[in-house]
Protein backbone atom coordinates (compact mmCIF):
# COMPACT_ATOMS: atom_id res chain seq x y z
CA UNK A 1 0.00 0.00 0.00
CA UNK A 2 2.98 2.40 0.90
CA UNK A 3 4.31 2.06 -2.48
CA UNK A 4 1.20 2.40 -4.20
CA UNK A 5 1.52 5.71 -2.44
CA UNK A 6 4.75 6.49 -3.33
CA UNK A 7 3.99 5.40 -6.99
CA UNK A 8 1.22 7.90 -7.14
CA UNK A 9 2.96 11.02 -5.70
CA UNK A 10 5.70 10.17 -8.48
CA UNK A 11 2.96 9.77 -11.15
CA UNK A 12 1.85 13.56 -10.16
CA UNK A 13 5.21 14.49 -9.71
CA UNK A 14 6.00 13.63 -13.18
CA UNK A 15 3.08 15.04 -14.61
CA UNK A 16 4.00 18.52 -12.84
CA UNK A 17 7.24 18.36 -14.23
CA UNK A 18 6.40 18.90 -18.03
CA UNK A 19 2.85 21.05 -17.61
CA UNK A 20 3.91 24.35 -17.65
CA UNK A 21 3.54 26.43 -14.77
CA UNK A 22 3.22 24.03 -12.46
CA UNK A 23 6.27 22.98 -9.78
CA UNK A 24 7.13 19.41 -9.36
CA UNK A 25 8.83 20.34 -6.01
CA UNK A 26 5.46 21.78 -4.96
CA UNK A 27 3.32 18.48 -5.82
CA UNK A 28 6.16 16.72 -3.98
CA UNK A 29 5.65 18.71 -0.53
CA UNK A 30 2.37 18.56 -0.70
CA UNK A 31 2.25 15.08 -1.08
CA UNK A 32 4.55 14.47 1.66
CA UNK A 33 7.52 12.78 0.34
CA UNK A 34 10.18 16.13 -0.79
CA UNK A 35 12.07 15.60 2.48
CA UNK A 36 12.42 12.04 2.35
CA UNK A 37 13.47 12.47 -1.46
CA UNK A 38 16.14 15.42 -0.37
CA UNK A 39 17.72 12.96 2.17
CA UNK A 40 17.79 10.26 -0.60
CA UNK A 41 19.60 12.32 -3.03
CA UNK A 42 22.06 14.20 -0.46
CA UNK A 43 23.54 11.12 0.48
CA UNK A 44 22.16 8.18 -1.86
CA UNK A 45 25.24 5.88 -1.50
CA UNK A 46 23.67 5.19 1.94
CA UNK A 47 19.92 5.87 2.32
CA UNK A 48 19.61 4.17 -1.26
CA UNK A 49 20.18 0.60 0.65
CA UNK A 50 17.51 1.19 3.26
CA UNK A 51 14.91 3.26 1.49
CA UNK A 52 15.56 1.51 -1.94
CA UNK A 53 11.61 0.70 -2.27
CA UNK A 54 10.54 4.28 -2.13
CA UNK A 55 12.65 5.52 -5.01
CA UNK A 56 11.72 2.30 -6.79
CA UNK A 57 7.95 3.21 -6.71
CA UNK A 58 8.69 6.86 -6.98
CA UNK A 59 10.67 6.82 -9.63
CA UNK A 60 8.68 4.34 -11.46
CA UNK A 61 5.81 6.91 -11.25
CA UNK A 62 7.53 9.52 -12.12
CA UNK A 63 8.48 8.27 -15.32
CA UNK A 64 5.76 6.82 -16.36
CA UNK A 65 3.74 10.28 -15.14
CA UNK A 66 6.28 12.37 -17.29
CA UNK A 67 5.45 9.49 -20.45
CA UNK A 68 1.84 10.29 -20.38
CA UNK A 69 2.84 14.22 -20.02
CA UNK A 70 4.44 14.07 -23.34
CA UNK A 71 2.13 12.49 -24.59
CA UNK A 72 -1.81 12.26 -23.17
CA UNK A 73 -1.41 14.82 -20.75
CA UNK A 74 0.33 17.55 -23.32
CA UNK A 75 -2.78 16.90 -25.63
CA UNK A 76 -5.17 17.39 -23.01
CA UNK A 77 -3.35 20.40 -21.27
CA UNK A 78 -3.56 22.30 -24.86
CA UNK A 79 -7.56 21.29 -25.58
CA UNK A 80 -8.54 22.03 -21.88
CA UNK A 81 -5.52 24.55 -20.50
CA UNK A 82 -8.27 26.03 -17.80
CA UNK A 83 -9.28 22.63 -16.63
CA UNK A 84 -6.07 21.53 -16.71
CA UNK A 85 -4.71 24.42 -14.37
CA UNK A 86 -7.47 24.43 -12.34
CA UNK A 87 -6.87 20.41 -11.48
CA UNK A 88 -3.22 21.53 -10.28
CA UNK A 89 -4.14 24.79 -8.68
CA UNK A 90 -6.53 22.34 -6.11
CA UNK A 91 -3.68 20.12 -5.53
CA UNK A 92 -1.75 23.01 -4.49
CA UNK A 93 -4.24 25.11 -2.37
CA UNK A 94 -5.51 21.44 -0.95
CA UNK A 95 -1.82 20.89 0.24
CA UNK A 96 -1.12 24.23 2.20
CA UNK A 97 -2.72 23.19 5.00
CA UNK A 98 -0.07 20.38 5.58
CA UNK A 99 2.73 22.67 5.38
CA UNK A 100 1.77 25.31 7.27
CA UNK A 101 1.10 22.39 9.87
CA UNK A 102 5.12 21.40 9.34
CA UNK A 103 5.68 24.81 10.63
CA UNK A 104 4.75 23.44 14.66
CA UNK A 105 7.58 23.14 16.75
CA UNK A 106 8.24 20.24 19.59
CA UNK A 107 5.78 22.06 21.58
CA UNK A 108 2.88 21.97 19.36
CA UNK A 109 2.90 26.14 18.52
CA UNK A 110 3.61 27.21 15.44
CA UNK A 111 7.02 29.10 14.24
CA UNK A 112 6.49 31.57 11.83
CA UNK A 113 9.09 33.15 10.09
CA UNK A 114 7.47 36.26 8.68
CA UNK A 115 10.44 37.89 7.17
CA UNK A 116 11.67 34.28 5.39
CA UNK A 117 7.83 34.01 4.27
CA UNK A 118 7.90 37.65 2.97
CA UNK A 119 10.93 37.52 1.50
CA UNK A 120 10.03 34.26 -0.75
CA UNK A 121 6.65 35.61 -1.56
CA UNK A 122 7.74 38.87 -3.00
CA UNK A 123 10.26 36.62 -5.16
CA UNK A 124 7.54 34.50 -5.84
CA UNK A 125 5.50 37.40 -7.29
CA UNK A 126 7.86 39.42 -9.08
CA UNK A 127 8.71 36.47 -11.35
CA UNK A 128 5.36 36.32 -11.98
CA UNK A 129 4.79 39.75 -13.26
CA UNK A 130 8.46 39.10 -15.14
CA UNK A 131 7.08 36.69 -16.50
CA UNK A 132 3.57 37.92 -17.52
CA UNK A 133 5.61 41.51 -19.08
CA UNK A 134 7.25 38.56 -21.50
CA UNK A 135 10.67 40.66 -21.51
CA UNK A 136 12.88 37.55 -22.12
CA UNK A 137 13.09 35.53 -25.52
CA UNK A 138 13.61 31.91 -26.06
CA UNK A 139 16.13 30.77 -28.43
CA UNK A 140 14.59 28.20 -30.67
CA UNK A 141 18.13 26.45 -31.53
CA UNK A 142 21.52 26.68 -29.84
CA UNK A 143 24.70 25.81 -31.52
CA UNK A 144 27.94 25.50 -29.32
CA UNK A 145 30.25 27.55 -30.52
CA UNK A 146 33.34 27.23 -27.84
CA UNK A 147 33.96 27.43 -23.98
CA UNK A 148 31.28 30.19 -23.35
CA UNK A 149 28.36 28.42 -25.02
CA UNK A 150 29.53 25.19 -23.42
CA UNK A 151 29.42 27.24 -19.93
CA UNK A 152 26.00 28.32 -21.09
CA UNK A 153 24.37 24.63 -21.52
CA UNK A 154 25.84 24.04 -18.15
CA UNK A 155 23.98 26.54 -16.68
CA UNK A 156 20.64 25.70 -18.21
CA UNK A 157 21.62 22.21 -16.27
CA UNK A 158 21.72 23.97 -13.35
CA UNK A 159 18.61 26.10 -13.63
CA UNK A 160 16.74 23.07 -14.76
CA UNK A 161 17.74 21.91 -11.42
CA UNK A 162 16.79 24.85 -9.31
CA UNK A 163 13.71 24.85 -10.65
CA UNK A 164 12.66 21.38 -10.37
CA UNK A 165 14.33 20.64 -6.45
CA UNK A 166 13.59 24.38 -4.95
CA UNK A 167 9.68 24.66 -4.52
CA UNK A 168 7.91 27.76 -6.08
CA UNK A 169 10.59 28.14 -8.69
CA UNK A 170 9.61 27.58 -12.35
CA UNK A 171 12.57 26.11 -14.29
CA UNK A 172 10.04 27.40 -17.56
CA UNK A 173 10.86 30.93 -16.34
CA UNK A 174 14.57 31.08 -15.47
CA UNK A 175 15.19 29.24 -18.59
CA UNK A 176 13.35 31.69 -20.37
CA UNK A 177 15.47 33.81 -18.67
CA UNK A 178 18.90 32.97 -20.22
CA UNK A 179 17.08 32.08 -23.86
CA UNK A 180 17.38 28.55 -23.41
CA UNK A 181 13.68 27.73 -22.68
CA UNK A 182 13.16 26.29 -26.15
CA UNK A 183 16.51 23.87 -26.34
CA UNK A 184 16.12 22.22 -23.34
CA UNK A 185 12.66 21.82 -24.24
CA UNK A 186 12.88 19.99 -26.98
CA UNK A 187 16.40 18.30 -25.50
CA UNK A 188 13.60 16.77 -22.96
CA UNK A 189 10.99 15.54 -25.64
CA UNK A 190 12.99 14.42 -27.99
CA UNK A 191 15.98 12.80 -26.18
CA UNK A 192 16.77 10.00 -28.66
CA UNK A 193 17.59 12.74 -31.36
CA UNK A 194 19.46 15.22 -29.62
CA UNK A 195 21.91 11.93 -28.37
CA UNK A 196 22.32 11.15 -31.67
CA UNK A 197 22.78 14.32 -33.25
CA UNK A 198 24.14 16.56 -30.11
CA UNK A 199 25.63 13.87 -27.75
CA UNK A 200 27.98 16.60 -26.00
CA UNK A 201 25.49 19.21 -25.62
CA UNK A 202 22.96 16.94 -24.11
CA UNK A 203 25.80 15.30 -21.77
CA UNK A 204 27.20 18.97 -20.55
CA UNK A 205 23.41 19.64 -20.20
CA UNK A 206 23.10 16.29 -17.79
CA UNK A 207 25.63 17.35 -15.87
CA UNK A 208 24.97 20.55 -15.12
CA UNK A 209 21.57 19.16 -14.02
CA UNK A 210 22.80 16.16 -11.73
CA UNK A 211 25.50 18.43 -10.25
CA UNK A 212 22.81 21.39 -9.79
CA UNK A 213 20.36 18.34 -8.11
CA UNK A 214 23.08 17.10 -6.02
CA UNK A 215 24.19 20.66 -4.73
CA UNK A 216 20.67 22.39 -3.74
CA UNK A 217 19.45 19.18 -2.39
CA UNK A 218 22.84 19.43 -0.07
CA UNK A 219 22.15 22.89 0.57
CA UNK A 220 18.28 22.51 1.34
CA UNK A 221 18.66 19.75 3.72
CA UNK A 222 21.26 22.09 6.04
CA UNK A 223 18.60 24.56 6.21
CA UNK A 224 15.92 21.75 6.73
CA UNK A 225 19.02 20.74 9.67
CA UNK A 226 19.60 24.10 10.85
CA UNK A 227 15.99 25.96 11.14
CA UNK A 228 13.05 23.76 9.97
CA UNK A 229 10.60 26.98 10.46
CA UNK A 230 12.91 29.15 8.37
CA UNK A 231 12.22 26.27 5.84
CA UNK A 232 8.71 26.02 5.56
CA UNK A 233 8.14 29.69 5.59
CA UNK A 234 9.97 30.30 3.01
CA UNK A 235 8.59 27.16 0.85
CA UNK A 236 5.13 28.77 1.81
CA UNK A 237 5.75 32.33 0.55
CA UNK A 238 7.90 30.78 -2.58
CA UNK A 239 4.37 28.50 -3.28
CA UNK A 240 1.69 31.28 -2.39
CA UNK A 241 3.82 33.74 -5.01
CA UNK A 242 4.18 31.41 -7.60
CA UNK A 243 0.48 29.95 -7.72
CA UNK A 244 -0.63 33.24 -9.62
CA UNK A 245 0.38 31.47 -13.18
CA UNK A 246 -1.40 28.81 -12.51
CA UNK A 247 -4.87 30.72 -11.82
CA UNK A 248 -6.76 30.28 -15.48
CA UNK A 249 -8.25 33.41 -17.40
CA UNK A 250 -11.75 31.94 -16.50
CA UNK A 251 -14.65 32.84 -18.86
CA UNK A 252 -18.45 32.42 -17.79
CA UNK A 253 -19.10 29.19 -19.85
CA UNK A 254 -19.55 25.80 -19.75
CA UNK A 255 -15.85 25.02 -19.21
CA UNK A 256 -16.00 27.21 -16.05
CA UNK A 257 -18.43 24.54 -14.30
CA UNK A 258 -16.11 21.55 -15.01
CA UNK A 259 -13.35 23.99 -13.56
CA UNK A 260 -15.01 24.68 -10.54
CA UNK A 261 -15.77 20.97 -10.11
CA UNK A 262 -12.09 19.80 -10.81
CA UNK A 263 -11.08 22.18 -8.48
CA UNK A 264 -12.80 21.05 -5.22
CA UNK A 265 -12.26 17.40 -6.62
CA UNK A 266 -8.46 17.55 -6.72
CA UNK A 267 -8.34 19.76 -3.68
CA UNK A 268 -10.07 17.59 -1.67
CA UNK A 269 -7.86 14.40 -3.02
CA UNK A 270 -4.80 16.33 -2.10
CA UNK A 271 -5.86 17.23 1.39
CA UNK A 272 -7.11 14.08 2.56
CA UNK A 273 -3.94 12.90 0.74
CA UNK A 274 -1.72 15.33 2.84
CA UNK A 275 -2.95 14.86 5.86
CA UNK A 276 -3.32 11.60 5.85
CA UNK A 277 0.89 11.35 5.37
CA UNK A 278 0.99 14.03 7.57
CA UNK A 279 -0.79 12.28 10.20
CA UNK A 280 1.39 9.04 9.68
CA UNK A 281 4.63 11.19 9.95
CA UNK A 282 3.47 12.29 13.77
CA UNK A 283 2.46 8.67 14.35
CA UNK A 284 5.81 7.93 14.37
CA UNK A 285 6.92 11.16 16.13
Request: no cysteine.
Given at each position: MKNIKNFIAGLFIGVALIIPGVIGGVIAIILGVYEKLIHLISDFKHQIKSDWKFFASLIFGLLVGIYLSSNVIAEVYIKYEVITKSVFLGLIIGGIPFIVKKLKNKQR??????????????????????????????????TNKGLLDTGMLLLAGFTYALGKIVPGISSSFMLMAIGMYSYVINIIAHPATYLTHEFFNVAVFTFGFIFGIVLLSKIILKLFNKDL??????????????????????????????????????????????????????SVI
Open positions: KYDFNIYGFLGALGIGIGLYFLHQANIFQSNETFALSYSIILGFIMGSTLILIPNYQLNNELFLSILFFITSFAISYLFSNYKNAKID
